[in-house]
């Protein structure tokens, strides 16, 4: 009976320990457009909901960041409430998948083109200086279709569904300016999405996403300067600046 007893306590204590561990995040939103629903949103990785935050979505990127504990890979955004027990409950408007390992995320938000329910998608993105580092540009493709980038003495492309980080920009002015023109493939033929100057700065990280409007069917990209970079310049050291990392999007 004993031996049974200790059997039982092996399987079960290893089940309890993973599914009550956790770790604390800190974590940054951003809405590439608004979808229908709320802007003030509860944020919570906790079944329990003992540990949450209250934000404003936003289109702005800053460097404020909030900080919850998580019992799991998963963090839901939604509208807080209770359920039929009346104990509160969450209504999710998105779910963010984490990695299993990290601690510092942007949640960049696209609206899922649903009128209720998760009304966003949500791209969970490492926010710390080792994987984007200071100085350097993320290129997110978030559209269907192929897009090519000419960035100073860059060229690239970047298939649908996936991320590139450069960390330093051949042919850029001293000052850091260099032209750039990204097109994007419509069968055979290559059309225009964005051209002008885009600038290289050490303490400030370049994030730029293309997307296709649920409404419109149109693509836009949009780019964003990050100073969180400046308050993680003690880390920076941890980054190799011309590193260029390619990955792929969760479906």
Request: glycine content about 8%; overall charge positive.
């Amino acid at each position: 009976m004993k031996f049974i007893l200790c059997l039982l306590l092996a399987t079960v204590v290893p089940w309890f320990a993973a599914e009550t561990s956790g770790r604390t995040i800190r974590f940054r939103t951003l809405c590439f457009e608004f979808a229908a629903g709320e802007r003030e949103v509860t944020v919570s990785g906790d079944p329990t909901l003992a540990s949450k935050a209250t934000i404003g979505l936003t289109r702005r990127l800053d460097s404020s960041q909030n900080q919850i504990s998580v019992t799991g890979e998963q963090v839901v955004l939604g509208k807080l409430g209770t359920n039929g027990a009346g104990k509160p409950a969450m209504e999710a408007m998105a779910v963010a998948k984490l990695p299993v390992s990290g601690s510092e995320f942007l949640f960049l938000l696209v609206p899922s083109g649903k009128d209720s329910g998760e009304v966003y998608r949500c791209l969970v993105l490492p926010d710390d200086t080792a994987n984007f580092p200071a100085g350097g540009f993320r290129l997110i493709n978030m559209s269907p279709a192929k897009l090519r980038f000419a960035m100073g003495d860059e060229r690239l492309e970047l298939l649908p569904g996936t991320i590139k980080v450069l960390g330093h920009i051949s042919g850029a002015a001293e000052d850091g300016r260099f032209a750039y023109v990204v097109q994007y493939q419509d069968g055979e033929v290559w059309n225009r999405l964005s051209t002008g100057f885009w600038t290289r700065r050490d303490s400030i990280r370049s994030l730029q996403v293309a997307f296709r409007d649920p409404l419109t069917q149109r693509l836009v990209m949009r780019g964003y300067d990050d100073t969180l970079a400046r308050a993680n310049e003690p880390r920076a050291a941890e980054a190799k600046a011309n590193d260029a990392r390619s990955t792929r999007l969760p479906p």
